[in-house]
């Protein structure tokens, strides 16, 4: 670093801070008395250009010293000359080392007068200085001052553009592939000195195998070259010739690095093609089948190096078979990270944080999975990979361009720091030096924006660029599909061939042709979506042949990838997100409801990765959210349109939690039951808005009383909406007017929410209304008052036990609660002949609603011990007691059937075996939707159907499905004797 004091304040201009600045320049011919020089004014303007203008003057004066006789010529081209003035001011206001390098040897700076020696040269370059018959100076030496020529001029190609924008700026990966061939051509070059000093040489072969940066052609400026060597004949000449060769370029030009031989330092320094086969096949690590994916001739004998890699390129390709590979590469990478001194962890541009080996590993994991199957994948550079990863989709598109861009910024920044000395560092500054900070900056060409410095830019880049790659390091390289890529055997991955039909067959797929017309239908053509396909199927296919039906779960998932074919972001989430692609697995090879309802609400995919969100839902936040969102509708029809629509995605959000065994019976009944009541409010003020803007008036408040399992917040997936519809003139209105206003509302919301649909149906059911089928659909508060009161029958008291308020007016649907609570708890109970009325009604019940052929032990609704057992059991039990003990008055079943130990009215555990049967026929009964996508109250008896509900409940997938059926009958039965002492006891209390 030049040392800096207060500069003159007119050069200070051009950026220099130097006090011997000006003096340079009145010596170089450049200032006068007055100020610049005549002809100079672009010179100067380039100097300021430069990184370091005050190094690039040192420089200019330097060679001036050196050269006086030479300085006309020099002084003339800098200032006529825009391209030799760029390159050349911008290699000295970079590089002290290459700056050393030009002072060295006068005209050496005419070799920047130009593009350079073309990278097909380079090798004939080297061979030649080092084998030149007139030269003087050992061959080293020659070697050395030819390659570090041939140095100078990739980095004026690379800096050029810097200092004098007319130059065009050359792409990293140009620059790095430039590197690579001067590195080749050194070994070449050095390889040629060994042959010559091993005088046996004629006896062995030697293969140069590059490996590393070498191997992908991405070297730095300063780097170690890894290699392997290969040998043929006489061993101990073939090593003598490789350490020559060594010693020479090590000397020479850079450290040639062959630690990555087998069994590493410790092992033989050269060996044969079966000497490296068998290391290979017995002992060799992951992390060394890694490295080999870099493998490439570059030196000496080009048919043995030729043999080398046909040998080594199917081990590579088959490592990810490799037991715990993927893990293996995942736990290399953190201890190469835990290496680093914490206090550099963050400044390290190689092995840190969001360094350049976070993108290689992330990059060469993903080689290794997907690449057995992919051959683009297989090559040697970062870059190349990651935008062939980009391009078969294994990686998004943003994704792989965000890494490259960021890769890219690491690289330079790294070749800049290099190029100060020309030594090997990875450090990036530290931000109290604000002048190798400024530097460095300009030599990346960064320029102050806004009055913002050079530095602060820098900084602020340097931590944008590697923030990122960690995020996207971490996201591609610990991504749960890769495990499962890595798991599926090579062949198994190319899914078209006769073999996959075995592998099918032996999975448990019923169908393999058919399965393999939906492969080939999800993978057929060139496009980026087809591409992805052929990454997730082999997963997929292993994972459905886990669920109870694959056959079904493959025709479901080519469906629903063919309905979601343009949503931009649905492949993007299976292949990103490990997690989702098991559950959809589990969710469409068990579930028939799932796909159909997953193709129109789409959104709920993404929930499948993050269990709390899926989960997580309070059922009156999805209640507000979607009355806000219904009540926002311009009309009835749109109203009902979004209650649908949310509604639906609801209902998948809730079976599939609870497919997943994320939600208990309760929580699922309860959301059902509030998104049903939400929408019935959604859709009654939509309907009440529309009669008012039809006649201009509203004359009566409606209140909508849920029933039945609605009332008692019990609903399951495919039950209907039980409810009775009340009215309440408004002032100076009649009864008669209010009712037709009404009963206008009530219809509408009928129709509209039961108009037919793929969705499981939106049933508003009124039967239980007074007189039933035959009475009115709407009542007047009063009306109901006086029926029940004056006609009311036992079975309309037991049905009002799970009255509730749900939608409407608020104050009317609450007056009607409290107007029922003596009908429906009635003072003193039920007397014996009503008692005997309610049992004659259930064993009616029982008798006639069975379904014909239906077995009585595994009917979920009205078998023995199910349901309806259960549930006229508790309401029994509250009709009789309910007056007495406030704790009955409920209108949940469970918290009915919790009241009865509460007041002594029944054993804690004939209490238990009811809820626990109710839970399970509860949990059957909606296990049963779920698979087979249409209500049925029936446990199915056998088959894939009986395998998918015991899977649901969570019954072992290997374990026979008819133990599960056993399981049933025992628990309903225990619950049918408890119901035969409760329901059939003595009507006295006990």
């Not at 073939?238 to 020479?252: H, I, L």
Request: glycine share 8%; with cysteine; charged share 25%.
């Amino acid at each position: 670093m030049v040392e800096r004091s207060r500069p003159t304040a007119s050069v200070a201009r051009f950026g220099l801070t130097d006090d011997r600045a000006a003096q340079q320049l009145r010596d170089a011919g450049w200032w006068s008395q007055t100020g610049p020089a005549d002809g100079v004014a672009d010179l100067l303007i380039a100097l300021s250009r430069t990184p370091d203008p005050d190094l690039a003057l040192h420089g200019v004066d330097r060679l001036r010293e050196a050269d006086p006789a030479g300085w006309a010529e020099l002084d003339a081209e800098l200032r006529q000359n825009a391209g030799l003035r760029g390159r050349l001011l911008a290699v000295l206001g970079t590089s002290t080392a290459l700056g050393d390098y030009l002072v060295g040897g006068p005209g050496r700076w005419r070799h920047l007068d130009g593009d350079g020696q073309v990278p097909d040269h380079y090798t004939e370059t080297l061979r030649e200085a080092v084998t030149a018959e007139d030269s003087t100076g050992p061959a080293t030496q020659r070697l050395r001052t030819a390659y570090r020529g041939l140095l100078m001029e990739i980095a004026a190609a690379d800096l050029g553009h810097v200092v004098e924008p007319s130059l065009e700026p050359l792409p990293y990966t140009e620059i790095a592939g430039r590197l690579t061939t001067l590195a080749e051509a050194a070994l070449r070059a050095g390889l040629v000195v060994a042959e010559r000093e091993v005088s046996s040489s004629a006896e062995a072969r030697l293969a140069v195998i590059a490996m590393g940066k070498c191997g992908g052609r991405e070297l730095n400026y300063v780097s170690d070259v890894d290699v392997i060597f290969v040998g043929d004949g006489d061993l101990q000449v073939a090593t003598r010739m490789a350490t020559s060769m060594m010693n020479v370029v090590g000397t020479a030009c850079f450290e040639v690095d062959a630690a990555l031989r087998p069994e590493g330092k410790a092992g033989a320094l050269v060996r044969t093609l079966d000497g490296h086969a068998g290391y290979y096949r017995r002992w060799a690590r992951t992390w060394e089948f890694q490295a080999l994916l870099k493998a490439r001739p570059i030196a000496g004998d080009a048919e043995l190096g030729r043999q080398y890699t046909e040998l080594v390129g199917p081990m590579v390709w088959a490592a990810a078979e490799r037991e715990n590979f993927v893990p293996d590469v995942q736990r290399m990478r953190r201890k190469v990270e835990g290496h680093l001194p914490p206090e550099l962890v963050e400044r390290e541009l190689k092995l840190g944080r969001g360094g350049l080996r976070d993108v290689e590993f992330a990059v060469q994991l993903l080689q290794l999975v997907h690449g057995r199957a992919d051959t683009a994948l297989r090559s040697g550079s970062t870059m190349e990979a990651l935008t062939a990863l980009g391009a078969g989709g294994y990686v998004g598109r943003a994704d792989a361009a965000e890494l490259s861009a960021s890769y890219e910024f690491l690289r330079t920044i790294e070749h800049r720091l290099q190029l100060r000395r020309l030594r090997r560092t990875h450090l990036f500054p530290e931000d109290s030096d604000t002048a190798e900070l400024r530097s460095l900056a300009r030599a990346c060409d960064i320029r102050p924006v806004r009055g913002r410095p050079e530095a602060e830019i820098l900084q602020a880049e340097f931590r944008r660029h590697v923030q990122r790659i960690r995020r996207l390091h971490e996201k591609l390289f610990y991504r749960p599909l890769l495990d499962a890529v890595a798991r599926v055997p090579t062949a198994a991955l190319r899914l078209t061939t006769e073999q996959a039909a075995s592998r099918l067959n032996a999975l448990g797929y019923a169908a393999p042709d058919g399965a393999l017309q939906h492969i080939k239908a999800l993978t057929s053509g060139v496009s980026r979506r087809a591409s992805i396909q052929q990454a997730l199927l082999p997963v997929l296919l292993d994972l459905f042949a886990d669920t109870p039906d694959p056959d079904r779960g493959l025709l479901a998932y080519r469906k629903v990838s063919e309905a979601l074919a343009d949503t931009p972001w649905y492949l993007r989430v299976l292949r990103d997100e490990g997690a989702v692609v098991e559950r959809l697995a589990f969710l469409l090879g068990t579930s028939k409801l799932v796909p159909d309802l997953l193709v129109r609400a789409p959104e709920v995919l993404q929930l499948l990765g993050d269990p709390d969100r899926l989960a997580g839902k309070s059922p009156r936040e999805v209640a507000t959210s979607l009355r806000a969102t219904v009540r926002r509708q311009p009309g009835l029809t749109a109203a009902v349109a979004a209650a649908r629509s949310l509604r639906r995605h609801e209902l998948l959000r809730v079976a599939c939690a609870d497919l997943l065994g994320l939600l208990d019976v309760p929580t699922v009944c309860a959301a059902l039951s509030s998104v049903w009541a939400a929408v019935l409010q959604g859709a009654l003020a939509a309907a009440v808005r529309k009669r008012v803007a039809d006649t201009g008036a509203e004359p009566a408040a409606i209140a909508v009383i849920g029933m039945g399992k609605l009332g008692g917040e019990e609903l399951g997936y495919g039950s209907d909406a039980d409810v009775l519809f009340v009215c309440e003139p408004r002032d100076g209105v009649s009864d008669h007017d209010a009712v037709k206003f009404a009963s206008g509302v009530a219809e509408n919301v009928r129709q509209m929410l039961g108009a037919p649909s793929q969705d499981p149906a939106l049933e508003v059911d009124a039967n239980l209304r007074p007189e039933g089928r035959n009475g009115p659909l709407v009542r007047t508060f009063e009306s109901y008052r006086a029926y029940y009161q004056r006609w009311g029958e036992v079975w309309e008291a037991q049905a009002l036990l799970r009255a509730r308020f749900v939608a409407g007016d608020g104050d009317l649907g609450d007056r009607f609660v409290e107007m029922i609570a003596p009908i429906r708890y009635p003072e003193g109970g039920l007397d014996a002949g009503r008692v005997r009325e309610v049992r004659r009604i259930k064993a009616r019940v029982d008798t006639e609603r069975m379904p014909k052929g239906a077995d009585p032990t595994t009917h979920t609704k009205l078998g023995r011990g199910g349901l309806a057992d259960i549930e006229w059991t508790a309401q029994l039990m509250q009709l009789r007691y309910a007056h007495e003990y406030p704790q009955l008055r409920t209108t949940s079943t469970t918290g009915a059937l919790a009241a009865l130990v509460d007041t002594g009215l029944a054993d804690a555990g004939d209490v238990d075996t009811l809820c626990e049967a109710w839970s399970l026929a509860t949990r059957v009964r909606n296990a049963t939707m779920l698979v087979r996508g249409k209500s049925h109250d029936q446990v199915p008896g056998s088959g894939r159907e009986l395998a998918a509900v015991a899977r649901v409940l969570g019954h072992p997938a290997d374990d026979d499905p008819g133990e599960f059926l056993d399981a049933y009958r025992r628990t309903t039965r225990r619950a049918h004797a408890v119901v035969e002492r409760l329901f059939y006891a003595d009507p006295a209390h006990p």
